[in-house]
Structures are given as structure tokens and as C-alpha cells.
């Protein structure tokens, strides 16, 4: 991982806003040819995957675990311009704990929906029950990388509710008046705080859109993929990338990690300072 990278640090103006907000736009996040070069592994990978489970050409196909599919989606992984944000939220003790990749083609114009239907929800399931606290902890976030347009309303746009993160459970239903879409250029990445009440939508436009979500934990949470990634690119990584995806010492190692289990803990406090590693 290059120092240059720390140019691109979270910023205090930055925290504030994701902390208010429960997301942050980073515009200009990746440039027109790695946004092309990807978009071309996304339509293959997105064939294949449809040949081979039996999905037709206009529906939503959302696959998971995507990053194991190809090594050119490693890059994203400590891409400079977001992933110092993601340590600067979450600190050094993080991993990637899963990865997805729908795409929304467009459709013949007759099967489209006449208006666009939320699904409003909080992201990981089990956690927003089992978990006790009100509000609840952050745990994880996740950074969407655009590959598409999404300047326009109807091209599948991802919604979000500014500041429901912070949300009560006993506040009742999450109402789709409060959310609001995403509308970003290609290259653009979005960082969304778990808890953030956020919903995909339909595509009704003549543009395919896609993007990529790659969501980051501590270590100790269970991941929500299978790591295919871990077991193909394992060997060929850099020890950080490793530890991104889920290398350790052993079973201890996630929640009492020793410096050979956290290589960007030793990386921030060389480059960043002591400062930066707190707590
Ligand atoms: O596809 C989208 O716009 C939203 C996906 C989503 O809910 C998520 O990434 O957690
Ligand atoms: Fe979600």
C-alpha cells in the first residue's frame, strides 16, 4: 500500500458529515479507465453468472462474494482514495467481511414498473435484533463504488435516509418520504454507515447500472460471504490485503491480534503516526 495514499485521509469535515449523516460521496473516487477496465470484468462475470443460474437478461442479479471472481477487484480493496476513510472510521482492526455486485439492466420499456418501490432496511439481518443497544453500534460500513450514471432519478439509484443511523428502534417504521437518492457520477464512491436506512430501487431509465459494494468490520465479525477470494488470491496479496481478507494467527487473533495479525496497524503508526492507531 502506497504512503501516497494518506493525502486522501479522512478529513475532519469528512468524519462530521458521515457521522451526521450516516454516508459521505467521494467524487472522482476512481479514474475513466479503471472504471472501464472493471466495467468490462462486471459484464463478464455477470454473463457467466447468468448463463450458468438460469437469470434472464432484465433482471436484477446481485452477486455475492464478488471480489473472488476476479483479481483486478482486489485493487478496490485499499484503493487510495477510500481506504484510509475506512480506516480513519473504523481504525486498523478491520477486515472485509463481504462483497456484492447487482446489476440493474435496463429493461424492454413495457416491463418496467410505473413507479419506484423502496425497500428500506438496515444492513446484516440478525444485528439490528440481537443486538441490545438503542441506537446500536456501527460494526460496519460499506463503500459502493459507481461504475455507472446515476445523475438522473429512475437508473436504479441507491436511497438513503440522512441521519437514520442514529435512529431508535422504539421510533417506529422508517417512512420512504425520509430517504432520498443517491445521484452520482461514474467513478464516485459512497460511504454508507451499516445502520443507515437505505433501500436499492428499481431501473426504469435506458442506462444499466452498477456498482460495487465492498463492506469492512472488525475482524471478529463472522464474515457474510464465503472468501472465495481468500482461498484463490491469498498467496499473491500484500500482507495488508491479507489481512483484509481474513488472515490470522489463529481463532485469538481477531479479537486480541498481535502485530503479525494486524499489518496496517504497524502500517498507520509508520506513515500516519501514533496518533492515527489510537485506541
Ligand atoms: O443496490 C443498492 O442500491 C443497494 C444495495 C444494498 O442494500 C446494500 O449494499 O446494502
Ligand atoms: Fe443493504
Known amino acids: 500500500m502506497d504512503a501516497s495514499s494518506l493525502q ?20 472522482n ?22 448463463s450458468e443460474h438460469g437469470h434472464g437478461p432484465y433482471e436484477r442479479v446481485n452477486i455475492l462474494d464478488f471480489v473472488g471472481y476476479d483479481e483486478l477487484f482486489l ?35 413495457e416491463e418496467r414498473p410505473s413507479e419506484i418501490e423502496l425497500r428500506l432496511h438496515q444492513d446484516s439481518d440478525r444485528l ?11 460494526i460496519s460500513l460499506k463503500v ?5 450514471d446515476t445523475r438522473e432519478l429512475g437508473r436504479a439509484n441507491l436511497y438513503v435516509a440522512p441521519g437514520s443511523h442514529l435512529r431508535t428502534r422504539t421510533a417506529g417504521k422508517m417512512s420512504d418520504d425520509e430517504a432520498v437518492a443517491v445521484q452520482v457520477a ?3 464512491a459512497v460511504l454508507f454507515d451499516r445502520r443507515i436506512w437505505h433501500s436499492a430501487s428499481e431501473n426504469i431509465s435506458d442506462v444499466a447500472r452498477k456498482v460495487l459494494f465492498y463492506g469492512y468490520s472488525y475482524r471478529w465479525l463472522r464474515p457474510r460471504d464465503d472468501m472465495t477470494a481468500s482461498l484463490r488470491f491469498m498467496d499473491r496479496c500484500d500482507p495488508i490485503r491479507r489481512q483484509l481478507l481474513g488472515a490470522s494467527t489463529g481463532g485469538f487473533g481477531y479479537t486480541s491480534p498481535s502485530d503479525e495479525d494486524v499489518p496496517l496497524l504497524a502500517w498507520i503508526r509508520e506513515h500516519a503516526g501514533e496518533a492515527a492507531v489510537a485506541p
Open 75 to 109: 485493487e478496490l480493496l485499499d484503493w487510495p482514495t477510500t481506504f484510509p476513510k475506512v480506516w480513519g472510521l473504523l481504525g486498523w482492526n478491520i477486515q472485509l467481511y463481504h462483497s456484492h455486485m447487482p446489476t440493474s439492466p435496463v429493461m424492454p420499456p
Open 144 to 148: 459502493a463504488f459507481f461504475l455507472t
Open 128 to 138: 439490528n435484533k440481537e443486538l441490545e443497544s438503542d441506537p446500536q453500534p456501527r
Open 29 to 50: 473516487a476512481i479514474p475513466d479507465g479503471l472504471v472501464q477496465r472493471l466495467t468490462a470484468v462486471v459484464d463478464r462475470v455477470d454473463a457467466e453468472y447468468r
Open 186 to 188: 461514474p467513478g464516485t
Open 8 to 27: 486522501y485521509r479522512l478529513t475532519d469535515d469528512e468524519r462530521l458529515t458521515f457521522e451526521r449523516d450516516g454516508y459521505l460521496i467521494v467524487e
